[in-house]
């Protein structure tokens, strides 16, 4: 694997790659840093545009696209204490305060170095792990799959959302949408209605791009947006070596914690970032600096929300399963390269494996130096008019559309779901259940009906085989996790 | 309603496979119709206050930020209908010259609706379209109907 980590690393060097990937790693941070866009609109935007690129070379995109959405939070949770992205929540307690006392750029330098040291710590982790991980995988029959795949959609369900039945009521429509189309065994013609153009299904171009970033453009159209003044200015000194050394426990922590969470699904950044936070201020022998300009703090959370997302692509790229909606994006970043992540893929592709790990190691230092050498200039972004800002979005948005596969109706589709996708979030269902829904949706049925076929029918061989047996309890745990919850909040 | 209307769908759909166990392809849609249709009855009959499905709060500190109000409704509409006329003459007038038409619409309905507003949306949205269509088609590679290129 080193080898084929050396060999995917000089293709990323060679200059027409690097270009792109460090456009790409600019365009995830420029999303990240902007209030109100997100890491998982930048995937769901550049997604469709891999489509002219090849496999590894796209999958390599999305995943620097990734990481820079995930870091580029930082920039305004720092200057405007408004994170960018949830996984810089955690991130405004003290890099805020901290840049208030002059001391910008030292609250940002200190979150780009944790987040650098983050993202490589939890790479390491990756390359460790997955490996042993996918060969687990591989004993995994229809059975194992199918609960899996269950027991991920619920668990996203319940730890994600407040509301247990929009939850689920959103899981279940992406799950139906997905349904859409000729069936996995058998290629029956499902609710397409004579439609030519959904013979073939819902693309998961115009689906992602419609529910993420269309929705979001939509919000941004109706609601009052917040932009920082023209005047901004970023002052102060950088990081010190001292204090990045006198941090190395809490960042080794912090990593940690982002890995964990990162690999349970529909956790993720948001909450690890948070966690990690609140572990390093029980840590720390100066409790009462944290909120008014710790370091610690800033190292606390930058570091786990990068790691956060090594621990995102460990089940993505050993078991195929996303686990929240940003990663279900890069499983659609596979699959229109006619990739299925999985166990499998360690043997078929192990070129593609190597190249996620070289894209993610190649990033984090592109995210560093480029953060770093426009420490002063790059938070400008966060001035541009929104009159400029979003036809520019628009148009990105149509463009990666049509160009995935050539065809207006997918563009259309895409407006549709736009709107379907900003009425559930103005009347609070969430998106990212069903758009795991609507990835989970093949992967399930497929191996729902291949086991029953095995199983001559029975219904209890799901039950009768250890490891679905124990998914399928988690899944009905945490169902039951949920309805408690559901009525504790409600008796309270 | 949708949920019922997906389970009924789901009926007619035939199983070529039924007599191996396979339980054939309408199982699947069957129940998601059915728990569809369940969800939605738990979520009209429940009473209480439903989860939040507005944006996260913005907490932002006064003097470093603008809150800026969203465009009047007229302007949303008239944008939308830019959007539908960008889509629609997507393939009949190439990228360009949609892409430009598009922006300079919509950056001019949305920014300052003068004639000093009309021509910096003008001039921007050249630029956008250009910049755009070289940025994908020379360094991405992904190919569009209609683009103009300079040289």
Known sequence: ?492 | MLGVAFAWQATGIAAPFGDLGDPGPGLVPMALGIAMAVLGVVLVLRAGPSGDGGPAERDPAAGDVAILPPPPVWVRLAVAACVLGFVYGFERLGFTLSSFLFLAAAMFLLGDRGPRGLAVSAVAGLAASFAIGWMLTTIMGVPLPGVFRFG
């Open chain 1, 1 to 492: 694997m080193f080898d084929l980590f050396i060999a995917a690393l000089l293709i990323l060097v060679d200059p027409r790659i690097l270009g792109i990937m460090t456009l790409s790693a600019a365009i995830g941070l420029f999303f990240g840093a902007l209030p109100g866009l997100s890491a998982t609109m930048a995937v769901a935007m550049v997604l469709p545009l891999t489509f002219a690129l090849s496999a590894d070379i796209g999958i390599a995109v999305l995943v620097s696209v990734y990481l820079g959405g995930i870091s580029g939070g930082l920039v305004a949770a720092t200057l405007l204490r408004i994170p960018g992205t949830p996984s810089s929540i955690a991130t405004t307690f003290d890099a805020y305060p901290l840049a208030q006392k002059g001391e910008a750029v030292k609250a940002l330098a200190t979150g780009f170095i944790a987040s650098a040291v983050g993202g490589l710590l939890s790479l390491l982790v990756l390359v460790s792990f997955a490996p042993t991980l996918a060969r687990l995988a591989i004993r995994f029959g229809a059975h194992e799959y199918a609960a899996l795949a269950l027991a991920a959609l619920t668990l996203v369900v319940v730890l994600s959302y407040a509301d247990l039945t929009k939850g689920l009521l959103a899981a279940v429509l992406g799950l139906a949408i997905s349904t859409i189309g000729f069936a996995p065994i058998g290629a029956t013609q499902r609710f397409s209605f004579g439609q030519i153009d959904l013979l073939a299904g819902v693309g998961i171009v115009p689906f992602m791009v419609g529910l993420f970033a269309v929705s979001q453009l939509l919000r941004e159209m109706t609601q009052p947006a917040v932009r920082a003044r023209a005047g901004l200015i970023v002052r102060g000194a950088g990081a010190k070596l001292g204090e990045f050394v006198a941090n190395g426990v809490n960042i080794v922590r912090s990593s940690a914690i982002g890995v964990a969470i990162g690999v349970l699904p529909g956790i993720g950044g948001a909450a690890s970032n948070l966690v990690a936070y609140g572990a390093a201020r029980q840590a720390s022998r100066r409790r009462d600096e944290f909120g008014k300009g710790s370091l610690e703090g800033i190292y606390a959370s930058e570091s786990a929300n990068n790691a956060s997302v090594g621990g995102a692509l460990l089940p993505l790229i050993t078991l195929g399963i996303p686990g929240d909606g940003v990663t279900a994006i890069l499983i659609g970043g596979f699959t229109i390269h006619g990739l299925q992540p999985g166990p499998m893929l360690f043997r078929s592709a192990p070129d593609i494996i190597a190249m996620i790990y070289a894209a993610f190691f190649l990033t984090i230092f592109l995210l560093l130096v480029l953060q770093l050498s426009t420490i002063r200039v790059f938070p400008r972004v966060l001035t541009i008019p929104r009159q400029y800002l979003l036809p520019v979005l628009a148009v990105m948005m149509v463009v990666g559309t049509y160009a995935a596969d050539n065809r207006l109706f997918d563009v259309w589709l895409m407006l549709g779901f736009g709107v379907v996708g900003f009425l559930m979030e103005r009347y609070g269902f969430p998106l990212a259940p069903m758009v795991l829904g609507f990835v989970l949706g093949p992967i399930f049925e497929t191996n729902l009906r291949r086991a029953l076929m095995y199983a001559d029918g029975n219904v209890l061989s799901f039950v009768e085989r250890p490891i679905s047996a124990g998914l399928l309890g988690v899944a009905a745990v945490m169902l039951l996790f949920g309805l408690w919850n559901t009525w504790r909040g409600r008796a309270a």
